[in-house]
C-alpha cells in the first residue's frame, strides 16, 4: 500500500531563514505525481508545489523548490527566505491512480519574527 | 480564472439529522469533482469522487453519499449524521484525472 511520511510534527525557524520539510513515500509505481499543499490557520488547502516522477529536474515555484530523490522516494520542501506568511501546516501528498491523493500526516511551520 | 465555493462555511447539527453541503466551481467545464474529510490536525481523507454528471465513485463505506446534480455542482448528503461525521470536510475539482487538485474553502460540521 501507498503511503506518506512526514517525520517532522513540527518546526519552527526565524524570517528570513531557510528551512526544509521532510517527506518520504512508499509505492511499486514508477509513474506519479507528488504534491506540497500548504493550510494555514483559514484552513484552505493551498497547493504549493508539485513534481512529476518522469522529470528529473526538482520543480521550484519562487521562493519553493523541491529535493525529488527518487530512488530512495523522498520529496523534501525547501522554503528559502521564510516569510511570517508562511506559518502553516504543510502537508506532502502522492497521487494513486489519477484520482486519489495519499496524504502525510503535516508538519506544522511556525515563522517567528 | 477558476474558483471553487463551498458552504455553508460552519454548521452545527444534532445527532440523527440530515446533512447536506454544496459545492461549485465556476470557470470551467466538466471538471473532476472530490468530496475530502479532514480530522483535527491529521491529513485528508478522499470521501467520493466524480468524473461528470451522475458520476460518483466511492472510497470508503460511510453513511454520507455525494450526488453530482450539474456539471459543476457536487453535493454531499447524510440521512442521518452520526458524531463521528464531525470533521472539516474540503471539496476539490481537477481539469482531469491525474491532474492537480484544487480546494475550496472548506466547511466545518460539528455534530452534537
Known amino acids: 500500500a501507498q503511503t506518506v511520511t512526514q517525520s517532522q510534527p513540527e518546526m519552527s525557524v526565524q524570517e528570513a531563514e531557510t528551512v526544509t520539510l521532510s517527506c518520504t513515500y512508499d509505492?511499486?509505481?514508477?509513474?506519479?505525481?507528488l504534491f506540497w499543499y500548504k493550510q494555514p490557520p483559514s484552513r484552505q488547502m493551498i497547493l504549493v508545489i508539485r513534481?512529476?516522477?518522469?522529470k528529473q529536474q526538482n520543480a521550484t515555484e519562487n521562493r519553493f523548490s523541491v529535493n525529488f530523490q527518487k530512488a530512495a522516494k523522498s520529496f523534501s520542501l525547501k522554503i528559502s527566505d521564510s516569510q511570517l506568511g508562511d506559518t502553516a501546516m504543510y502537508f506532502c501528498?502522492?497521487?494513486?491512480?489519477?484520482?486519489?491523493?495519499?496524504w502525510g500526516a503535516g508538519t506544522k511551520l511556525i515563522i517567528k519574527p | 480564472s477558476q474558483t471553487i465555493h463551498q458552504w455553508p462555511a460552519t454548521l452545527v447539527q444534532p445527532v440523527g439529522s440530515p446533512l447536506s453541503l454544496e459545492c461549485t466551481v465556476e470557470?470551467?467545464?466538466?471538471?473532476?469533482l472530490y468530496w475530502y474529510r479532514q480530522a483535527a490536525g491529521r491529513g485528508l481523507q478522499l470521501l467520493f469522487y466524480?468524473?461528470?454528471?451522475?458520476?460518483i465513485s466511492s472510497e470508503v463505506p460511510q453513511n454520507l453519499s455525494a450526488s453530482r446534480p450539474q456539471d459543476r455542482q457536487f453535493i454531499l448528503s447524510s440521512k442521518k449524521l452520526l458524531l463521528s461525521d464531525s470533521g472539516f470536510y474540503l471539496c476539490?475539482?481537477?481539469?482531469?484525472?491525474?491532474?492537480?487538485?484544487?480546494f475550496g474553502p472548506g466547511t466545518r460540521l460539528l455534530v452534537l
Open positions: 501528498a502522492f497521487m494513486k491512480g489519477h484520482y486519489q491523493l495519499i
Open positions: 476539490a475539482w481537477s481539469l482531469t484525472s491525474g491532474e492537480t487538485q484544487y
Open positions: 513534481q512529476e516522477a518522469y
Open positions: 470557470g470551467t467545464s466538466n471538471p473532476n
Open positions: 509505492t511499486s509505481e514508477n509513474n506519479y505525481y
Open positions: 466524480s468524473v461528470g454528471i451522475g458520476q
